[in-house]
């Protein structure tokens, strides 16, 4: 029998990519998203179906997962994608995009996988990857909230990794860097607050430094070459950097002193700014 993956977020981006790459070897894909009826392009490949999964509704992933389990015979992955991106400086952040950034992120993450460790631990078998980020090991101005999350995701994955593993359940986070999807557009949303204008200068520049990264950065497919990496290792590694920009930032990350690699990346994020 074929292998099954289950995505969430697969309308676009990273998701789709990850899809579309994983159905044309050969497996089958449930891939979830809030709206399918909307989706036209995943539908043209026989090995792909379509679910609805919202990971905020803890009803809905369940729904989604026993789907999936009947129209495929089994779920072997699951890939939680679903992602949101809170940017800007923090004091303009409101509560409900807080909870937004963490509702989506980790906990709809987090809803996702207490859904499905039932069935993998009966199974005694199943991979759960995450597609964290850089930003979960590193981080950058204008972008605290969203790191937040990500940190928070990639502590919680590795204490995981403890529990599930006499099930026999690998856990796995993919870290891309910048990447050229709707993240930027779509996925994004600008924290702004009337009438603070104190940061105008700085998050103006350090905003545009970060666009312009990922305007170019690879494409998605970078990212689905690392979960299919993941998805068909049977080691129990925990972390993948998805392409070579990622993998640099990781390693110099690493080997350089925390004040130093705080200075280079003030001097590529906050290229053009002068402080008074």
Known sequence: MNKTILITGASSGIGKAT????????????ATMR???????????????????????????????????????????????????????????????????????????????????PYFRER???????ITSVGGIITFPTYSVYHASKWAVEGFAEALQFELRPFNIRVKNIEPGAIKTDFYDRSQVLFAKEGLTDYN????????????????????????????KAATDSSYRLRYPAGV????????????PFRLFRSMVRMVVEKGFKSN
């Open 124 to 130: 005694r078998s199943g991979t759960i990857i995450n």
């Open 245 to 256: 920009q990622a993998s640099i930032l990781l390693f110099v990350r690493r080997i350089l």
């Open 201 to 228: 200068a700085y998050e103006t520049i350090t905003v545009a430094n970060t666009q312009e990264a990922g305007a170019n950065a690879p494409g998605p497919e970078v990212v689905a070459k690392a979960v299919w």
């Open 19 to 30: 899809a579309i790459y994983f159905a044309q070897r050969g497996w089958n894909v449930a």
């Open 35 to 117: 709206t399918p009826e909307r989706e036209q392009e995943l539908v043209k490949y026989p090995n792909i179906k379509l679910f609805r999964l919202d990971v905020t509704s803890e009803e809905s992933i369940a729904l989604a997962i026993t789907d999936a389990i009947k129209a495929f015979g089994q779920v072997d992955v699951l890939l939680n994608n679903a992602g949101y991106g809170g940017v800007g400086v923090f004091e303009a952040a409101t509560k409900e995009q807080i909870q937004q950034q963490f509702d989506t992120n980790v906990f709809g993450l987090m809803n996702t996988i207490r859904a499905i460790l």
